[in-house]
């Protein structure tokens, strides 16, 4: 039986954090469980108690690198579209992260993030974890564009839940244009969306 258990928990996090550092460095098939057992701390009798088998393990580490990933600039750009006042600081915040994300340096957690959506297709249980995690990562986007919208930041007649979805969308997307040789270059895409973003958000 799997035990049900908060995120917080500070055994299950040990677990976790100890398989995502094993994935990392030998992929999902170099996660050993003794391993993973023997770096938390922890039993293998625990691993089963919080996560069922291997697979339950494996799919918990890849939904939550998903997550982390995918929000990773969401707490930052909450923080610092609270401190705009006119819809010209919000632009250049907005500009701002955008530059951050779009960085070559991170073209290889945007192919991670796609492989950890090839292997969700034939596996409902991580299909439903990604996809509570990319729930999380839209809600808060939608909170972001709510905030901006009430405070006259952008247009108000937008749907934020739209918007948010249309940028996570977005930045999911350009990785197909970071594998192999491409003709069309991220920058190039980077330019191109923020110029229909702020097109679409702002009078």
Same mark, same amino acid.
Do not use: W
């Given at each position: 039986?799997?035990?049900? +258990?908060? @995120?917080?928990?500070?055994?299950?996090?040990?677990?976790?954090? @100890?398989?995502?550092?094993?994935? !990392?460095?030998?992929? +999902?098939?170099? $996660?050993?469980?003794? *391993?993973?057992?023997?770096?938390?701390?922890?039993?293998?009798?625990?691993?089963?108690?919080? %996560?069922?088998?291997r697979?339950?393990?494996?799919?918990? *580490?890849?939904a939550?690198?998903?997550?982390?990933? %995918?929000?990773?600039?969401? !707490?930052? %750009?909450?923080?610092?579209?609270?401190?705009?006042? +006119?819809?010209?600081?919000?632009?250049?915040?907005?500009?701002?992260?955008?530059?951050?994300?779009?960085?070559?340096? &991170?073209?290889?957690?945007?192919?991670?993030?796609? /492989?950890?959506?090839?292997?969700?297709?034939? &596996?409902? @249980?991580?299909?439903?974890?990604?996809?509570?995690?990319?729930d999380?990562? $839209?809600?808060e986007? &939608?909170?972001?564009? /709510?905030?901006?919208? *009430?405070?006259?930041? =952008?247009?108000?007649?937008?749907?934020? +839940? @739209?918007?948010?979805?249309l940028?996570?969308? =977005?930045?999911?997307?350009?990785? =197909? %244009?970071?594998?192999? *040789?491409?003709?069309v270059?991220?920058?190039? $895409?980077?330019?191109?969306y923020?110029?229909?973003?702020?097109?679409?958000?702002?009078?």
């Amino acid at each position: 039986m799997v035990m049900l +258990t908060s @995120a917080n928990d500070p055994v299950r996090e040990r677990i976790v954090a @100890a398989s995502l550092r094993a994935i !990392g460095e030998s992929g +999902t098939a170099g $996660l050993r469980v003794v *391993a993973v057992a023997h770096e938390a701390g922890v039993s293998q009798g625990m691993i089963r108690y919080y %996560f069922g088998d291997r697979q339950g393990l494996v799919d918990e *580490a890849l939904a939550r690198r998903f997550g982390e990933r %995918f929000g990773q600039f969401m !707490g930052v %750009f909450a923080e610092r579209t609270k401190e705009c006042s +006119t819809p010209a600081e919000f632009r250049s915040v907005i500009q701002g992260v955008l530059e951050a994300v779009f960085v070559p340096e &991170r073209a290889s957690m945007r192919l991670e993030r796609n /492989s950890d959506l090839g292997e969700a297709v034939a &596996r409902p @249980a991580l299909a439903a974890k990604i996809a509570a995690e990319r729930d999380k990562s $839209l809600g808060e986007l &939608r909170d972001i564009v /709510s905030d901006a919208q *009430a405070r006259g930041l =952008m247009r108000a007649d937008l749907d934020p +839940t @739209a918007v948010a979805g249309l940028h996570l969308a =977005m930045v999911h997307g350009c990785s =197909m %244009f970071e594998l192999g *040789a491409s003709s069309v270059g991220v920058e190039v $895409l980077r330019q191109v969306y923020m110029d229909a973003l702020f097109a679409l958000i702002f009078d």
